[in-house]
């Protein structure tokens, strides 16, 4: 099982840190992307600040269910602004979801403190 969490986690980081590398680097297409999505330039190098830190907070163990929570805060947003400009529901307002349930699927296959915070009892 924490296998299976250490490649959810790991799949969750790599998108994220792609992501957040794209928007610190100010790369073309991600300056593109964003800008379709309503979003000025400048807003760009401090959303791909948030996410970093974010991402950072999640892959240190002391701070992985703190970071967690902040990605699930930053990747609501994802979905709101997907929403917001009328993208397809199931490739990009839900993908943000997606990606929220690798990072927590992950976390909570791989540390101990979360599944004893959240015991999930299946029923028989």
Same mark, same amino acid.
């Given at each position: 099982?924490?296998?299976?969490?250490?490649? *959810?986690? /790991? +799949?969750?980081?790599?998108?994220?840190?792609?992501? &957040? !590398?794209?928007?610190? =680097? #100010?790369?073309?297409?991600?300056?593109?992307?964003?800008?379709?999505?309503?979003?000025?330039?400048?807003?760009?190098?401090?959303?791909?600040?948030?996410?970093?830190?974010?991402?950072?907070?999640?892959?240190?163990?002391?701070?992985?269910? *703190?970071? /967690? +929570?902040?990605?699930?805060?930053?990747?609501?947003? &994802? !979905?709101?602004?997907? =929403? #917001?400009?009328?993208?397809?529901?199931?490739?990009?307002?839900?993908?943000?979801?997606?990606?929220?349930?690798?990072?927590?699927?992950?976390?909570?296959?791989?540390?101990?403190?979360?599944?004893?915070?959240?015991?999930?009892?299946?029923?028989?």
């Amino acid at each position: 099982m924490k296998a299976l969490g250490q490649t *959810l986690s /790991a +799949l969750a980081v790599l998108f994220l840190a792609v992501d &957040a !590398v794209g928007k610190l =680097l #100010r790369l073309p297409p991600v300056m593109a992307g964003t800008g379709e999505l309503g979003y000025p330039e400048n807003a760009v190098l401090v959303i791909g600040l948030l996410e970093a830190a974010c991402v950072a907070a999640y892959v240190a163990p002391p701070t992985a269910i *703190l970071g /967690a +929570l902040l990605l699930t805060g930053y990747l609501g947003g &994802a !979905v709101a602004t997907h =929403l #917001r400009v009328g993208n397809p529901v199931w490739s990009h307002i839900l993908f943000p979801v997606y990606v929220a349930l690798f990072v927590w699927g992950g976390l909570f296959l791989r540390e101990a403190r979360l599944r004893a915070l959240l015991p999930l009892r299946l029923a028989r």
